[in-house]
């Protein structure tokens, strides 16, 4: 939706082109350098990284460098198709590979699949890559944003009911087709041994890469509260912190690997426990002693303290 603000901005479609795969190219280098520090803590490259939000991101903005010339209908159609249809290919499945499993890696053909529909694990030159976010249908979802950006040509009132429309619906569709479970998600619910954990069970919607139901349950309350903040002044106190951040996502989101990880280090120094985990790429051979982690509690803490030291730098 941002992108098509640009164009509604005045930017030409060259431009907006442009910069969209200069854009996506430099996130993507981001991804695999300063994200991947910020993960890891060291310097070792036979694992090359994660392939994670920043990277479909990146992906998603070259691909859309060329969808920007087609109608915003027919991208919209596009997005929305790859949206509802991926979950088709479900059984398609590469068996776990070498990074988990001992498995042998996968050859060409898998590790294009991982690429765009399986997380999993593949092999670059003497290296290992990650792919915590397949690009299907991460595309999708962009491309459906770009076309729903256009509501913004409308005026506020009937903006603001479309939202509502869309984002009720979408939640009301989740939970028809969670209900039925029959399609839109590779994990099934089924009923606990309570009630709380049933429900847990049914909001218990696959991610990696994102289901249909998945994207229902969270893009569908997202769209909602569109239309709430749509009305908003930015003149409250939590107004103005959200817009803070929201101003600034990518200085937030790289900062705040180097935070949490930072917050970990020092709390597990503070309660004499080994740290040396905190250095190793992840796989089987990473070592983590059975003392590691913290309650719930102190991980609250550390997230609203790493939020409140941010705060002044995204304000900067």
């Given at each position: 939706?941002?992108?098509?603000?640009?164009?509604?901005?005045?930017?030409?479609?060259?431009?907006?082109?442009r910069f969209?795969?200069?854009?996506g190219?430099?996130l993507?280098?981001?991804?695999?350098?300063?994200?991947?520090?910020?993960?890891?803590?060291?310097?070792d490259?036979?694992f090359?990284?994660?392939?994670?939000?920043?990277w479909v991101?990146?992906?998603s903005?070259?691909?859309?460098?060329?969808?920007?010339?087609l109608?915003?209908?027919?991208?919209?159609?596009?997005?929305?198709?790859m949206?509802v249809?991926?979950?088709?290919?479900?059984?398609f499945?590469?068996?776990?590979?070498?990074?988990?499993?001992g498995?042998?890696?996968?050859?060409?053909l898998?590790?294009?699949?991982?690429?765009?529909?399986q997380?999993g694990?593949?092999?670059?030159?003497?290296?290992?890559?990650?792919?915590?976010?397949?690009?299907?249908?991460?595309?999708?979802?962009?491309a459906?944003g770009?076309?729903?950006?256009?509501?913004?040509?409308?005026?506020?009132?009937?903006?603001?009911?479309?939202?509502?429309?869309?984002?009720?619906a979408a939640?009301?569709?989740?939970v028809?087709?969670?209900?039925?479970?029959?399609?839109?998600?590779?994990?099934?619910?089924?009923?606990?041994?309570?009630p709380?954990?049933?429900?847990?069970?049914?909001l218990?919607?696959?991610?990696?890469p994102p289901?249909l139901?998945?994207?229902?349950?969270?893009?569908?309350?997202?769209?909602?509260?569109?239309?709430?903040?749509?009305?908003?002044?930015?003149?409250?106190?939590?107004?103005?912190?959200?817009?803070?951040?929201?101003r600034?996502?990518?200085f937030?989101?790289?900062l705040?690997?180097f935070?949490?990880?930072?917050?970990?280090?020092?709390?597990?120094?503070?309660?004499?426990?080994q740290?040396?985990?905190?250095?190793?790429?992840p796989?089987?051979?990473?070592e983590?002693?059975?003392d590691?982690?913290?309650?719930?509690?102190?991980?609250?803490?550390?997230?609203i303290?790493?939020?409140?030291?941010?705060?002044?730098?995204?304000?900067?």
């Open positions: 939706m941002s992108i098509y603000l640009q164009r509604l901005a005045g930017k030409p479609n060259g431009e907006l082109s969209l795969l200069t854009r190219l430099w993507i280098f981001l991804e695999f350098t300063i994200v991947r520090l910020g993960f890891t803590f060291n310097l490259y036979s090359a990284g994660m392939a994670q939000v920043i991101i990146g992906v903005m070259i691909v859309m460098a060329g969808l920007i010339y109608p915003v209908k027919l991208v919209g159609f596009f997005g929305l198709a949206i249809l991926h979950n088709l290919f479900d059984g499945q590469i068996p776990p590979n070498i990074a988990f499993a498995q042998p890696p996968p050859d060409f898998q590790s294009l699949w991982i690429v765009f529909h997380q694990v593949i092999p670059i030159g003497g290296a290992s890559v990650f792919v915590a976010y397949p690009l299907i249908p991460w595309i999708g979802v962009m459906a770009w076309a729903f950006g256009s509501v913004f040509t409308w005026t506020p009132e009937r903006r603001r009911q479309t939202f509502y429309t869309v984002g009720i939640t009301l569709l989740f028809v087709l969670r209900f039925a479970n029959i399609y839109g998600d590779p994990s099934a619910w089924s009923q606990q041994d309570t709380a954990f049933t429900f847990l069970s049914f218990n919607t696959t991610k990696y289901s139901l998945f994207l229902l349950m969270t893009l569908g309350p997202a769209i909602i509260l569109l239309a709430v903040t749509d009305a908003i002044d930015g003149k409250a106190i939590w107004q103005r912190i959200s817009i803070t951040f929201g600034v996502p990518m937030f989101y790289i705040q690997w935070v949490a990880h930072g917050f970990g280090l020092m709390l597990t120094l503070f309660a004499g426990k740290i040396s985990h905190y250095f190793q790429n796989g089987p051979q990473m983590v002693p059975p590691h982690g913290f309650p719930l509690w102190v991980v609250y803490a550390a997230w303290a790493g939020l409140i030291l941010l705060y002044p730098l995204c304000r900067w």
